[in-house]
């Protein structure tokens, strides 16, 4: 998925990943039956593999999701994380299997089946390496908070997005802090209440997707950005992930701007902070960029 493609004639790894029985996870060692996990020069992969349901997730997709994100955000050999699908769509929200054997549980029972969800999104938000979902199809209601959490998205313009919820008596309740914070407000307000379908030249223009793509240009474009992340001070770029998610929309007050002048004092004393200057001064490349030659 995320290996230069310089032959445009090669099959996409999402082509491949279709085709791909379960495979064994680099991290685990288990075999992981919703997900297939790969990691090449710094980059893991992370692919849903539920074609046949348009990867619905259910309770196991969602343990698996937590597990590898937890495991990878902890591996030193990873320096970003693509989120990809294979099939024709990204993720159709729950498996209805799936929400048929809700319908019986408790309220206990479905405190605790939302907890998971909201537990699984909130790791992959709060990885600490870069997460980027690569969207080759269709998003509804819950994968749209998969796409939300994650720091960056890239989309084929033939996907479409939709927070269908309310079709169903339910709302988007678990996925609406990442829903909300990647759309904004005021578009949320719109599309939860409606359930419209918007595409991907919307979900472009709301800011909800970075950038809207060919689709044999997919690949090429995750690849790229991946390169550039992986170029980098992985120091650096956990620190801007914390700076982010601690500075987003909040009130410029006297506690912010002492966090935010702590952070900067800390990368500059810290070692990949001094190697880095050292080595723009020199015109050289800094270790972490001269140990992948």
Same mark, same amino acid.
């Given at each position: 998925m995320v290996n230069d493609i310089k032959n445009k004639t090669q099959s996409s790894a999402i082509d491949k990943a279709k085709a791909a029985a379960?495979?064994?996870?680099?991290?685990?060692?288990?075999?992981?039956k919703s997900l297939l #996990?790969?990691?090449d020069q710094h980059v893991a992969a992370v692919t849903l593999n539920r074609p046949e349901i348009r990867n619905a997730?259910?309770?196991e997709m969602i343990a698996e999701l937590t597990e590898v994100f937890n495991k990878l955000g902890a591996n030193d050999e990873v320096r970003v994380i693509v989120l990809a699908a294979a099939g024709k769509a990204f993720c159709a929200g729950a498996d209805l299997n799936w929400m048929r054997a809700m319908a019986d549980y408790s309220y206990e029972e479905?405190?605790?089946?939302?907890d998971k969800l909201a537990q699984m999104l909130k790791t992959i938000y709060?990885?600490?390496?870069p997460t980027i979902a690569a969207i080759q199809?269709?998003?509804y209601a819950g994968g749209m908070g998969l796409v939300a959490a994650c720091d960056v998205a890239f989309a084929v313009k033939i996907a479409n997005f939709c927070l269908s919820? #309310?079709?169903l008596g339910l709302a988007p309740a678990t996925i609406s802090p990442y829903v909300i914070r990647a759309m904004g407000a005021r578009a949320a307000q719109r599309y939860f209440l409606s359930a419209e379908v918007f595409d991907a030249k919307k979900a472009r223009q709301l800011g909800f997707i970075h950038e809207r793509v060919s689709e044999e240009w997919l690949d090429d474009v995750v690849a790229t950005f991946c390169k550039n992340v992986v170029k980098n001070s992985p120091d650096a770029v956990k620190t801007c992930k914390t700076l982010l998610h601690e500075v987003a929309e909040q009130p410029i007050t006297e506690n912010l701007i002492k966090r935010t002048v702590k952070g900067i004092a800390d990368i500059r004393a810290s070692e990949q902070g001094k190697e880095g200057v050292q080595a723009f001064l020199q015109k050289r490349k800094p270790s972490w960029q001269a140990e992948d030659k």
């Open positions: 379960p495979i064994k996870s680099v991290e685990s060692g288990n075999n992981y #996990v790969t990691i997730f259910n309770d479905n405190l605790a089946d939302a709060q990885c600490p390496k199809g269709d998003v919820e #309310v079709r």
